[in-house]
Each structure stands twice: as structure tokens, then as C-alpha cells.
T-cell receptor, first 107, second 121 residues
Framework: EIVLTQSPATLSLSPGESATLSCRAS??????LAWYQQKPGQAPRLLIY???NRATGTPDRFRASGSGTDFTLTISSLEPEDFAVYYC?????????FGQGTRLELK | QITLKESGPTLVKPTQTLTLTCTFS??????????VGWIRQPPGKALEWLAL???????RYSPALKSRLTITKDTSRNQVVLTMTNMDPVDTATYYC?????????????GGKGTTVIVSS
């Protein structure tokens, strides 16, 4: 099973700042990685797929990159609605897995 | 517009079998590549994938729960049913139905609000 390790666990920032979230896979997942955003009481929402492609409705301040084992989600100029939990997910190998999440909180 | 709605009991007793139904619209199992599955999230914890069923009836299960899970589909009714046997309090979670279609390169997305399941005697 591929383990996805996200860092940091919690990120405390202010609106207007930039956020950098990391996801590291225990073995290569090529580009078969997605990022999800989850707000309290809501279902997770697909933000990024295939490592760097924004899903419909994802603002362009969300940028993602990486391949193999190291992936990054960058959110530039944070908006109040961006404060949430972010999960990475791989579908390269069965079983498909999720990371443990990074909580982006208001400083 | 794609929508999914999860339904099932809120409270189940330990050792009972849980049956959850996902009813969806906006896509169809008649389309090659389509899949519908389930993920769950215990309170305050991370997401966990459970099962997935494809348009061709291929099925995938989490190895950790495979012996307890069964996923089926009803193409004509646009429904997917997940059964989980021998429920335990650690199975208390919000269960989400997810879908995968070509528009998002077949990555999963959740289109409903989820359903909360509490396992308690």
C-alpha cells in the first residue's frame, strides 16, 4: 500500500499570505495524484487532478506540481474561504489511498 | 449537473450489517469508464477509501475491509449499494458516495453531503 505523508499537519497563516502544502508518497505514483479541499461539515471537493490540473471551479490561485514521490500544492494570496483541510490522494496503485491531511487555519 | 445522495440508517448496533444506498444523477453507468464508490471519515480523522464499482461491474475493495464489504449497482435506477457486515463502534463515521467520470480524468469526487453512521448498542 502506498502511504502518502502530508506536511505540515497544521499551517497557520493570514489572508493574503501564500501557503505551501506538501505530499510525499512512499513509492512513485507518477502523476496520478489529486488534491481535495474539505471545509467543516462538507464533503471533500476535488481541487486538482493528475498532479497539476485544476478541476472545474478551482481558482487559479491554486497551483500544484510534482511527479513521482513529491508533490506540492501552493495557494497564493489566501482568501478567507481557503481555510480548510487539504488531502492528497493517489490512484496509481491499489488500494487507492489518502494522506492524513493538512489543516490550513487562520493565524 | 452531477448530484449524489447517500441514504441509510443513522444508528446501527454492533455486529449488525450496514446498508447504504447512493442515488445519483447527471451521469450513467452506461458510459464507459464511469465508476461510483464510497469513502468514509471517522470524526476528526482522515478520509478512507472503501470500495469502487465500475461501469463494467468490475469491483475494487479496501484490503483492510474487503471481507466485510459488498458493493453492487443498479444501472436502471442509477444506484449503488454498499453493505458492510459486522459493524463495530470504530466504524462510526460519515460515509460519502463518490463518482469518477471523464470530465475529471476519472478522479473521484464527492457530489453529496454524506451520511453519518453511529455504531452503538
Amino acid at each position: 500500500e502506498i502511504v502518502l505523508t502530508q506536511s505540515p499537519a497544521t499551517l497557520s497563516l493570514s489572508p493574503g499570505e501564500s501557503a505551501t502544502l506538501s505530499c510525499r508518497a512512499s513509492q512513485s505514483v507518477s502523476s496520478s495524484l489529486a488534491w481535495y479541499q474539505q471545509k467543516p461539515g462538507q464533503a471533500p471537493r476535488l481541487l486538482i487532478y493528475e498532479a497539476s490540473n485544476r478541476a472545474t471551479g478551482t481558482p487559479d490561485r491554486f497551483r500544484a506540481s510534482g511527479s513521482g514521490t513529491d508533490f506540492t500544492l501552493t495557494i497564493s494570496s489566501l482568501e478567507p474561504e481557503d481555510f480548510a483541510v487539504y488531502y492528497c490522494h493517489q490512484r496509481s496503485n491499489w488500494p487507492i489511498t489518502f494522506g492524513q491531511g493538512t489543516r490550513l487555519e487562520l493565524k | 449537473q452531477i448530484t449524489l445522495k447517500e441514504s441509510g440508517p443513522t444508528l446501527v448496533k454492533p455486529t449488525q450489517t450496514l446498508t447504504l444506498t447512493c442515488t445519483f444523477s447527471g451521469f450513467s453507468f452506461s458510459t464507459s469508464g464511469v465508476g461510483v464508490g464510497w469513502i468514509r471519515q471517522p470524526p476528526g480523522k482522515a478520509l478512507e477509501w472503501l470500495a469502487l464499482i465500475y461501469w463494467n461491474d468490475d469491483k475494487r475493495y479496501s484490503p483492510a475491509l474487503k471481507s466485510r464489504l459488498t458493493i453492487t449497482k443498479d444501472t436502471s435506477r442509477n444506484q449503488v449499494v454498499l453493505t458492510m457486515t459486522n459493524m463495530d463502534p470504530v466504524d462510526t463515521a460519515t460515509y460519502y458516495c463518490v463518482y469518477r467520470v471523464g470530465a475529471t480524468a476519472y478522479y473521484m469526487d464527492a457530489g453529496g453531503k454524506g451520511t453519518t453512521v453511529i455504531v452503538s448498542s
